[in-house]
């Protein structure tokens, strides 16, 4: 979509009173970009590939060929966040709910693992009030403006992973962007006798992705893995009721390699990055180059109330594909820590698992600085 001067004044200069978000940071761009990740990946801080086992991730679909029995995945995120502008007069906090994963993946008798996933990609969910006084001929009146932006961009995949030799694994899947986006700009006057002004619109996404994977482990102890996303042009396409015509945005490569390895009995490491180049996006708005690293541990051996419940600790830094305004490049740091619980097991397989995450991270540039709690909680279910 194409943003009026009106909406960049608003967004930069207004002293907010109420918001409701998952980050402020979304107002960049086409939004703030959103792995869809489970919450073991998430404490680790991992990039989304090279963890040990069979994983159902949409960024390492090589990995699914490890899995053995019909898996089911299901993961939600709340947030909490206190943002603070260029002043400390222009400070609060809201929070935000978002589901950044739901899978399914189906072994397919020997030939291999199809998968199919739903993922959170862009998202674009704000709001923003401000005060403000408006001249009417010989006075002035008390107004509210009110901006709103809901929805973001997702991603469908339908894949398959296979084992084709040895300790060697590869997987594809083919994707479709789906998902929309509303904007609108209500102006409210205290003197109930001025009418109430609202200017906005509507756009729908379509565009198609395709993702390849391959991965090599050594048993059981060390796994190193990569992939390669490429995405068409993004289409947003505008409702018949929205003055605004139709946008268009070449989508970045995507690439991610990952590493996992076992250092001693009972403990795991895992390692990775992720790169992609924004800067041709858009020419409505600045993009940048971008880079995530993290890393993380996992002990496989700690236990609660007689279950297994490994316990896991990671970090992970990204930087943000947009720019507030011509601002500085932002970044997103994250601390994590979490655990895993298995309800039913049998043998070396989980029937039903829950895992749990909370993270606190920061993300800033030179204008405005967020401090958010994060958590992530995944379903598992298996052998169904």
Known sequence: MRRAPWLLAF???SSARGLVAQ??????????????????????????????????LPTDPAAAADIALPTLVMTAQPSWVDYQRSTP??????????????????????????????????????????????????????????????????????????????????????????????RTLQRFFQDSTLAAYQSGG??????????????????????????????????????????AGNSYYDLPLEYRIGASAVLMHGLNMTAGLARADWAGTS???AGSTTTSVGFGFELTQASLLGKSAPIRLGYRKSDLPFRMSGQGQGTESTLSGGVGMKFRESGDFTLAGLDLTLERGTRKDDYLTEH?????????????
């Open 202 to 243: 509507s756009w729908s996404y379509s565009g198609q992705s395709v993702t390849g994977g391959v991965s090599y482990s050594v048993g059981s102890v060390a796994r190193v893995a990569g992939s390669l996303t490429w995405s068409g042009t993004l289409g947003a396409t505008a409702s018949s009721d929205t003055e």
């Open 283 to 285: 020419s409505h708005f």
């Open 372 to 384: 958010f709690w994060r958590g992530t909680l995944s379903l598992h279910v298996a052998g169904f």
């Open 11 to 13: 967004l930069v200069l």
């Open 23 to 56: 980050s402020l940071f979304n107002a960049d761009g086409i939004g703030t970009p959103t792995d869809p990740l489970d919450a073991r990946s998430v404490a680790m801080g991992s990039v989304g590939v090279g963890l040990l086992g069979g994983v159902l």
């Open 89 to 182: 007069e222009e400070a609060g906090k809201f929070r935000g709910n978002r589901f950044p994963l739901l899978g399914i993946a189906y072994p397919v008798f020997r030939a291999g693992v199809a998968t199919l996933t739903f993922g959170s990609y862009l998202d674009q969910r704000y709001r923003a009030d401000r005060d403000l006084l408006i001249p009417l001929y010989d006075t002035t009146a008390t107004a509210r403006d009110v901006f709103r932006s809901s929805g973001g961009v997702s991603s469908v995949r339908i894949g398959f992973a296979r084992n084709v030799a040895q300790g060697l694994s590869v997987g594809v899947s083919y994707g479709r962007y789906t998902g929309s986006v509303s």
